[in-house]
């Protein structure tokens, strides 16, 4: 065993989320994680899925982790409730893994829904981080279990279009530790200026990274 797997089954038995355990029922191989957060995006999440490309190591176990908050108001609540309808309705009802976990067929491999709404709801200011590390930890603890030969863990929103060379992208990659794909935002008549203005934050902030690197 080398020193990176001993590192990641200790890591997979001291800090995992408990999510990680129903990787034993995924008997299966895979060549692409997607992990994919989604709150009360009912109305894109589909779009998402319908993008995901193949994959040029085989087949892709995406991870939808449908999550909000204790406090969620009522209309975010019934939003995520339409994507588990939508789900169902486009995927079928697939098999149960266990409580809340239901693992379906997709086109370009497995689907895989969590359920951490209601009772099961993500802590209070955890958000999005919580039901990102929840997804990465099922898909690392899978792949280990299932002896899958994923070269990353893969991990976007529940509003985005994925080009084609998604995942064949990461293959140029020449072993770095860590991708940060390019990105746009598509502006509507509604967001159009706030959104150029919070795409800026960002490249602003990457710029001033680099800038530190460089000095």
Do not use: W
């Not at 209070?124 to 899978?142: E, F, H, P, S």
């Not at 390019?182 to 959104?195: K, R």
């Amino acid at each position: 065993m080398t020193d990176l797997s001993k590192a990641i089954r200790k890591y997979l038995a001291g800090y995992a989320e408990p999510e990680a355990q129903a990787a034993s029922a995924l008997r299966f191989r895979f060549g692409h994680a997607l992990v994919i957060p989604s709150y009360a995006e009912a109305a894109g999440v589909l779009d998402t899925l319908d993008t995901v490309p193949e994959g040029c190591r085989g087949p892709v176990l995406i991870v939808l982790v449908v999550n909000e908050p204790p406090e969620a108001p009522a209309p975010r609540i019934e939003a995520n409730q339409r994507t588990f309808h939508t789900l169902e309705r486009r995927y079928g009802r697939g098999r149960a893994l266990q409580p809340g976990m239901r693992l379906r067929d997709h086109p370009r491999g497995y689907l895989l829904s969590i359920d951490r709404t209601g009772p099961e709801a993500i802590p209070k200011r955890q958000g999005v981080g919580l039901a990102r590390k929840i997804g990465l930890d099922l898909t690392l603890a899978a792949a280990v279990h299932s002896k899958s030969a994923v070269a990353y863990l893969h991990s976007t929103d529940a509003d985005v279009r994925l080009p084609e060379d998604y995942f064949a992208a990461s293959e140029r990659a020449d072993g770095a530790d860590g991708l940060l794909y390019p990105f746009s935002h598509l502006p509507d008549d509604d967001t159009g200026e706030a959104i150029f203005a919070y795409e800026a934050s960002l490249r602003y902030y990457v710029a001033g990274l680099l800038s530190l690197i460089h000095i």
